[in-house]
């Protein structure tokens, strides 16, 4: 499995379980397994508290990936990185060939870019220190993309309109904002 659950910035109530915070493996270790899981599934998907998102798309010339979609995450995550490898990198706007082949054009998922450095900071560097070890480029964060993949409700009304009727699914931007802590990715 390519998923690894890690909770290191946890509330009172909650005890870190991954295997940096409880001395198992070192955090490079750490940068070194995902690597090895990027190698082998294209893309490595990380949990925080209020999200998911990829680690290793950007070295298939990808954005990195982020979801707040409740118990869809990870497949959202991991079918659009392999729809974007098949068929390209669509420019934030929809996922509308994405959809079609699922069967449900009448919906769009919405593609918005994220700020990166807000995004690095907020996630203690993981992405930011991945591609530092890995990357065989020269580039630096800022040609790093990340998005966040928004799914509409049935009437096809995305999470920024009043009149949304669906599923909670907060806007990273306003996670990093108003709670960084929540963001359970700190090593």
């Not at 899981?37 to 298939?60: C, E, P, Q, R």
Request: proline share 5%; hydrophobic share 30%; with cysteine.
């Amino acid at each position: 499995m390519n998923t690894l659950s890690c909770t290191c910035n946890p509330t009172p109530s909650q005890k870190c379980e991954c295997s940096v915070c409880n001395g198992e493996i070192t955090y490079d270790e750490h940068l070194s397994n995902l690597k090895k899981i990027a190698d082998n599934y294209g893309i490595v998907v990380l949990k925080g508290a209020n999200f998911t998102h990829s680690v290793g798309a950007w070295m298939h010339g990808l954005p990195e990936i982020f979801c707040t979609v409740p118990g869809f995450g990870y497949l959202l995550t991991m079918e659009i990185f392999h729809h974007w490898k098949l068929y390209g990198y669509e420019t934030p706007n929809n996922l509308k060939e994405f959809m079609k082949n699922r069967g449900t054009s009448d919906y769009s998922i919405k593609v918005l870019e994220l700020d990166v450095p807000d995004v690095i900071q907020a996630t203690a560097s993981i992405i930011g220190d991945f591609y530092s070890k890995f990357s065989n480029s020269t580039s630096d964060s800022s040609e790093l993309k990340i998005v966040q993949i928004v799914i509409p409700d049935k009437q096809n009304v995305y999470p920024s309109a009043l009149n949304y009727n669906g599923i909670n699914q907060p806007y990273i931007s306003k996670i990093l904002r108003d709670s960084p802590s929540e963001s359970s990715l700190t090593h």
